[in-house]
């Protein structure tokens, strides 16, 4: 298995976690304590995994550009 597979792997569970972590904080904030707090990770979670979607559809655009 190749390095790059691997990344695109780890960053694709990133993703999925990240995406998962503010399910859950939102879920919390609704049903939960109805801390802000809760809401606000999961705000910033929303928003770490837009980062990553944007950064791993960049690599593999970069890898297809490269040839690879």
């Known amino acids: 298995m190749s390095l790059k597979i691997i990344h695109i792997a ?24 109805g801390s802000r707090i809760n809401l606000g990770l999961a705000c910033a979670s929303l928003a770490a995994s837009a980062g990553l979607i944007y950064y791993l559809f960049w690599f593999v655009h970069k890898l297809r550009k490269a040839g690879l």
């Open 10 to 33: 780890i960053m694709v569970m990133s993703v999925i976690l990240t995406l998962s972590f503010a399910a859950w904080g939102y879920q919390d904030f609704l049903h939960g304590s």
